[in-house]
């Protein structure tokens, strides 16, 4: 009787033995838009991982911005999340708005070793936090600076453009020029996105402005309306020109998203234009192929040219991830320093200054620059739960300015101004 207890307990203690790895082991679902370099750094994070946690396994599935934000809203809404959400602030900002479903995690935040979390800036903080609280643990930050066609500067017998006059002057070369020596007109100075608010304003007007050095692009940190302020007005102005009178850019402009503006610059159709730290890894290597020459916006007027930190990047974990504890856990090793230097070699951004450059592109260089001015665009997306709102009415009115350009441009920032003005009151009315 003895005997067959001991057996007994004995096959217990086994099976238990046997099916604990398989209760341990976890695959972590994350979504992103960020390609196969995005797939890449996810892969090479979790081999770090991997040291310190045997069992659990990743799984990165990149698609499409609008298909990664349509299906996120869905998923979250339906209990059929990823364990993880990967993507820009302002769009998990945009995911929590429809959702109110992506976890808490100041706990997190707290709880990364101080001498990691030493390179979260307020700004980082801030970035990451919608209504309140923290939704993403914030890792890499995506910087821009302006980009020119190295090859077609010495055709046209130019210098890097560092005041805007350069920058029209050398556009205008560009266009007139036939640069790839095809015959066709169909090359433009300037590359640019306008079809949606988001483009427009965040990737245009307020790009040109953080870009030299100014804090706020639309309104400040109360909220109010700084349209009409003259380093703003001035600046705002110069952007639409490049539609209604320069003509820079490619009349489609007003349609197109930054996948169209990419197959321009990719194409070899643009001589200027907008390049974020996260491009140069495919860009030294494919067409352009590392024929562009990058630095600073160029000095509007008064203005400091710089590099903007246009957006933080962070993961998300939904309230209903299929593994929240693990990917909660996950997210807290993402400022540590291997997996930061994944994200410096992968895709060029990271929140740490302790990191090996020795390796990086000669594209990605300037960004790592010790004295690149830096200039960091506001948080107004995730601090006012109206501006989206704002955002979507302003770029009714640029719109309308660029197909019927006014007489007159300071009166139209004034009036354009105004009405900002009141709307603003309308959507603080509604909530």
Do not use: C
Not at 61 to 75: C, E, G, H, K, L
Not at 85 to 101: A, E
Not at 232 to 246: D, F, G, M, S
């Amino acid at each position: 009787m003895n005997f067959a207890r001991t057996r007994l307990a004995w096959l217990v203690a086994m099976a238990g033995m046997l099916a604990a790895p398989a209760a341990r082991a976890q695959q972590l679902i994350i979504w992103h838009d960020k390609g196969d370099d995005g797939i890449r750094m996810v892969q090479q994070m979790a081999e770090i991982y991997a040291k310190d946690h045997p069992g659990v396994t990743f799984r990165s599935i990149s698609m499409p911005t609008d298909q990664w934000f349509s299906r996120s809203v869905a998923a979250l809404n339906t209990n059929t999340a990823p364990d993880i959400l990967f993507n820009d602030g302002f769009r998990l900002v945009q995911v929590q708005q429809q959702t109110h479903k992506l976890s808490e995690l100041s706990p997190q935040l707290r709880q990364i070793p101080a001498d990691d979390r030493k390179f979260l800036s307020d700004g980082d903080v801030a970035a990451a936090s919608y209504a309140g609280q923290v939704i993403m643990v914030p890792f890499q930050r995506g910087i821009t600076g302006w980009g020119v066609r190295k090859s077609w500067l010495a055709k046209i017998g130019e210098d890097y453009p560092k005041t805007w006059e350069d920058a029209l002057r050398v556009g205008q070369k560009m266009q007139a020029s036939d640069p790839n020596g095809t015959g066709r007109k169909d090359i433009y100075g300037m590359a640019m996105q306008a079809g949606d608010p988001s483009s427009m304003i965040d990737a245009g007007t307020s790009m040109l402005i953080y870009g030299n050095g100014v804090k706020h692009a639309l309104v400040d940190d109360e909220g109010n309306i700084v349209l009409d302020q003259p380093e703003v007005a001035r600046i705002t102005i110069e952007y639409l020109k490049l539609y209604t009178q320069y003509k820079l850019v490619s009349p489609e402009t007003v349609n197109q998203t930054f996948t169209d503006m990419y197959q321009l610059i990719e194409g070899g159709r643009v001589g200027e234009f907008r390049v974020g730290n996260w491009n140069v890894g495919k860009w030294d290597k494919q067409p352009p192929a590392g024929d562009y020459v990058i630095g600073p916006f160029p000095k509007i007027g008064d203005g400091t040219a710089s590099f903007v930190v246009g957006s933080i990047r962070g993961m998300s974990v939904p309230t209903n991830s299929p593994h929240a504890e693990a990917a909660k856990e996950f997210v807290k090793f993402l400022v540590s320093k291997g997996p930061q230097q994944v994200s410096l070699d992968d895709m060029g951004g990271t929140v740490r200054s302790d990191l090996d450059t020795s390796n990086v592109t000669p594209g990605l260089r300037p960004f790592v620059a010790p004295d690149a001015h830096l200039q960091v665009a506001d948080n107004a997306v995730t601090q006012f739960p109206w501006f989206i709102k704002l955002e979507a009415e302003y770029y009714k009115m640029l719109i309308a300015a660029v197909s019927n350009p006014p007489s007159d441009w300071d009166a139209w920032i004034k009036d354009t101004a105004t009405k900002l003005r009141a709307d603003l009151v309308n959507l603080k009315a509604k909530g």
